[in-house]
Nanobody, 124 residues
Framework: QVQLVESGGGLVQAGGSLRLSCAASGGTFSSYAMGWFRQAPGKERECVAAISRRGAGKYYVDSVKGRFTISRDNAKNTVYLQMNNLKSEDTAVYYC?????????????????WGQGTQVTVSS
């Protein structure tokens, strides 16, 4: 129903910034709450940020609070993750996900659609 494509990943030095984008197509974007997940080798996929359908409700995992900002532009069918003051432990594949539930979720199983992932590597 909806396709998600992430972009903006890459290699950055510790302390630097990246902005990830997730473009949606094939569905009604405003009907989905969105999340950003990341998965490092040997670790569980974790939700780092989530945003409600209209953007008023937001969630951040404690480890990224104050450094990451999630936002969305429903007119552009796009969700963003601004990542500042990056640390080596932020290195992971980052995934965009969409859920048709009543509100955003923080668990992998709650999300219906996933992007292909984009690699973020932070060098120390």
């Amino acid at each position: 129903q909806v396709q998600l494509v992430e972009s903006g990943g890459g290699l950055v030095q510790a302390g630097g910034s990246l902005r990830l984008s997730c473009a949606a197509s094939g569905g009604t974007f405003s009907s989905y709450a969105m999340g950003w997940f990341r998965q490092a080798p040997g670790k569980e996929r974790e939700c780092v940020a989530a945003i409600s359908r209209r953007g008023a409700g937001k969630y951040y995992v404690d480890s990224v609070k104050g450094r990451f900002t999630i936002s969305r532009d429903n007119a552009k069918n796009t969700v963003y993750l601004q990542m500042n003051n990056l640390k080596s432990e932020d290195t992971a594949v980052y995934y965009c996900a969409a859920t048709g539930g009543l509100g955003y979720g923080t668990q992998r199983a709650q999300y219906d659609y996933w992007g292909q992932g984009t690699q973020v590597t932070v060098s120390s």
